[in-house]
């Protein structure tokens, strides 16, 4: 697997990160964020894959629940997520957006702001 530095610049701090956010933005986020073929060699920390999967938890009352979900954000604790001592990688569920939602809080968002 390559190492994530290859498709993504290392960022070391805030500064670095903010002129990141600015130059990812300006490529286009669908573009830049969303791979529709991916395979098993290009999985990074903080990419986003689609699998349809239920994802379990526990409910207010302490019982069991799940929720489908169909997009999931790849966690790690490297970016390239590749350590051969650690042969899985954390994933959580994304809830998509809808149509009602202003386009002042989907322009923050995509700007990595605070809402």
């Known amino acids: 697997m390559d190492c994530a530095v290859n498709r993504w610049p290392p960022v070391y701090d805030f500064d670095s990160l903010?002129?990141?956010i600015k130059a990812l933005v300006a490529k286009g986020l669908?573009?830049?964020f969303y791979n529709k073929n991916p395979?098993?060699?290009d999985f990074f920390?903080?990419?986003i894959i689609e699998l349809d999967m239920l994802f379990p938890y526990i409910d207010n009352n302490g019982d069991i629940a799940a929720i489908?979900?169909?997009k999931w954000l790849?966690?790690?604790n490297t970016c390239d997520i590749s350590r051969d001592d650690l042969p899985y990688t954390n994933i959580i569920p994304l809830d998509e957006l809808g149509n009602d939602v202003p386009s002042e809080i989907i322009n923050n968002l995509k700007n990595f702001q605070k809402l």
Do not use: A
């Open 45 to 47: 920390q903080g990419d």
């Open 74 to 76: 790849i966690l790690g």
């Open 39 to 41: 395979n098993l060699e």
């Open 18 to 20: 903010q002129t990141e």
């Open 68 to 70: 489908e979900s169909r």
């Open 30 to 32: 669908e573009e830049n």
